[in-house]
């Protein structure tokens, strides 16, 4: 119990007496301090107290979970930042319809990109000079495109993109399944579109490719949602289910009660779980309801609402290419999955199911029975075409002179360089919206960007977690 020593002249009535007992403070001299007793009166003295009690307890995520802090699985964080961002670059060029764009402009989209001031955008593209080029046209504007083996890669993501479609398209229809009301707003589930393998015409195309699955509905407050047209009960098995009982699909399965144990992985480092080893045991043993049962009727706060939450967010992760989100994107679904308010406390309390990344300004959240060591155990192709890309970043050469094109007539388009040359590299403008919308759901913010050569020394074998 936290102590406060009050001092007061006298205790005005034995009320105050038992208000301050009760509230834990515990009077232990009484002395005459006039300066106190003028300035001080006992209600505030008390709400003081309350205050400073709730600063003291509060912690902040990072406090919290310092001491569960897994080495590899951090390296993978930062391998994912370091792609993501030149992946966020890749999908600007392809969009413009010369696939190249004036450096200048890109300095408006350092948002996107997720490269915050000071750090150069010609250093960054300079870094990966096997994905991007850059030359000046005659007016000595600046300007950066893609190589050819940039171009290839992106033909072979949308390659693989269109072959893994059918499998999006039932993640997408399992996430309608687990909802309370079978539809979720179409921006949030756009938020999962690198995770799941979806198209970049995801809203104005591919949602409309599966008619038999869900379709696009518009509600009164003019907010698309994408509603499920028909429950598929062989899709309503667990990817638990399926991995501990070997459970395939079934077109006469009812979702209900489920006593199924979650994959535990703790960090090496961690020493104190054995004092907790019964509190686990119990908890696994605990029977929870399936994430595509309807769950209206359990309290919130309550065991069996939070084990339920724990399933639908392990169903959500495994539905992802790399077994990994920004904890942001989860809290967007608490409503429409029933999950509870404080939603990062659960996943820090489970952390031998999810393991939080707390490197940048938003957090991921990995499951931790999917990875060994740095690598996941499954790897999709597109994971693997993610991989490749990697292997492309990064550079340590003399730095390449930059091209100067006298004559315009090797480019595609002579009006379009010189439309911007006029403006002397002026931004252009974007005018995909949707475009925009979807870089800005692939950037994931963090304080600093690092070469993926640097991440090794980020990380030393000797640091403890």
């Excluded at 003028?38 to 009690?53: A, D, H, K, P, T």
């Excluded at 999006?168 to 996430?175: D, F, G, I, L, N």
């Excluded at 309608?176 to 589930?189: A, E, G, N, T």
């Excluded at 003019?222 to 991995?243: G, R």
Aim: net charge positive; proline share 4%.
């Amino acid at each position: 119990m936290t102590h406060l020593r009050v001092t007061v002249k006298d205790v005005a009535s034995s009320n105050e007496w038992s208000a301050a007992r009760e509230s834990g403070c515990f009077v232990t001299s009484l002395v005459r301090l006039p300066t106190l007793r003028r300035n001080w009166s006992f209600g505030e003295v008390l709400l003081n107290w309350s205050q400073r009690r709730f600063m003291t307890t509060s912690k902040r995520v990072q406090d919290r979970s310092k001491n569960k802090r897994v080495h590899d699985l951090e390296i993978a964080t930062e391998k994912h930042k370091v792609v993501s961002k030149v992946l966020v670059l890749m999908e600007m060029l392809k969009k413009e319809p010369e696939m190249i764009i004036p450096v200048r402009s890109l300095d408006r989209h350092r948002r996107q990109i997720n490269l915050p001031k000071p750090h150069s955008i010609v250093d960054f593209i300079r870094k990966s000079p096997k994905l991007f080029e850059l030359y000046k046209d005659q007016k000595g504007v600046l300007w950066c495109g893609m190589t050819k083996e940039a171009e290839d890669s992106l033909e072979e993501e949308e390659r693989l993109i269109r072959e893994h479609s059918g499998t999006a398209a039932e993640y997408v229809t399992r996430m309608l399944m687990m909802s309370v009301d079978k539809r979720l707003p179409l921006d949030k589930i756009a938020h999962f579109r690198r995770e799941f393998g979806l198209p970049a015409d995801f809203r104005s195309k591919w949602v409309h490719e599966y008619p038999q699955h869900f379709k696009v509905v518009n509600s009164p407050d003019e907010v698309d949602y994408l509603e499920l047209v028909e429950w598929n009960p062989a899709w309503a098995i667990t990817e638990l289910e399926k991995a501990i009982l070997g459970v395939s699909e079934s077109a006469s399965h009812t979702p209900g009660l489920l006593s199924l144990s979650f994959p535990l992985k703790f960090p090496a480092s961690y020493k104190k779980v054995y004092r907790f080893g019964g509190k686990i045991e119990h908890f696994q043993k605990r029977s929870y309801l399936s994430p595509y049962a309807d769950a209206r009727g359990l309290q919130a706060g309550s065991k069996e609402f939070d084990k339920r939450a724990i399933a639908v967010m392990h169903e959500l992760l495994s539905f992802t290419m790399e077994k990994r989100l920004v904890t942001d994107h989860l809290t967007h679904f608490r409503q429409e999955f029933l999950m509870p308010q404080k939603l990062m406390r659960l996943l820090l309390k489970h952390f031998g199911i999810f393991y939080v990344s707390e490197r940048g300004k938003r957090f991921s959240v990995f499951l931790t029975g999917a990875y060994e060591g740095a690598e996941l155990i499954q790897k999709c192709p597109l994971v693997i075409w993610k991989e490749k890309v990697l292997s492309l970043i990064g550079y340590r050469g003399r730095k390449k002179r930059i091209e100067t094109f006298t004559d315009l007539s090797d480019m595609e388009d002579n009006n379009f360089l010189e439309c911007g040359s006029k403006n002397e590299g002026i931004p252009m403008q974007l005018d995909r919206e949707e475009a925009i919308s979807e870089l800005e759901d692939i950037a994931v913010a963090d304080r600093s960007f690092m070469d993926i050569h640097e991440i090794d020394n980020e990380y030393k074998p000797h640091d403890s977690f």
